[in-house]
């Protein structure tokens, strides 16, 4: 297990923009495939972005086109850019770092989506 620290969450109005950040503690991020997952209101947390570790990068259909992942390694940092948000991308985003049989989960960071 290593140790995540997700940021970024917030209150933001439809249409706007948010980014969350997953820093990583005491590791080295390039050795990590990363995925970020949300979880709404009385639903199944589920993937909504994924990028490799040499950046080839899949999105949910539900946020293709309007969210971005993106790694630096050199800051051992992962972020995940939330474009022309909707109601219903509210909901707590987890960022998750697999290395072969090795997951690590962040603890979530809410994420609220209204006027």
């Known amino acids: 297990q290593v140790p995540l620290v997700e940021s970024g969450g917030g209150l933001v109005q439809p249409g706007g923009s948010l980014t969350l950040s997953c820093a990583v503690a005491a590791s080295e991020l390039r050795f990590f495939e990363i995925r970020w997952h949300r979880q709404a209101p009385g639903e199944q947390r589920h993937e909504v972005a994924y990028?490799?570790?040499?950046?080839?990068?899949g999105y949910a259909d539900s946020v293709q086109g309007r969210f971005t992942i993106s790694r630096d390694d050199d800051k051992n940092t992962a972020y995940l850019q939330l474009n022309s948000v909707k109601s219903e991308d509210t909901g707590v985003y987890y960022c998750?770092?697999?290395?072969?049989?090795?997951?690590?989960w962040g603890k979530g960071i809410l994420v609220t989506v209204s006027s």
């Open positions: 998750h770092l697999q290395n072969y049989g090795v997951h690590s």
């Open positions: 990028i490799s570790r040499t950046g080839n990068r």
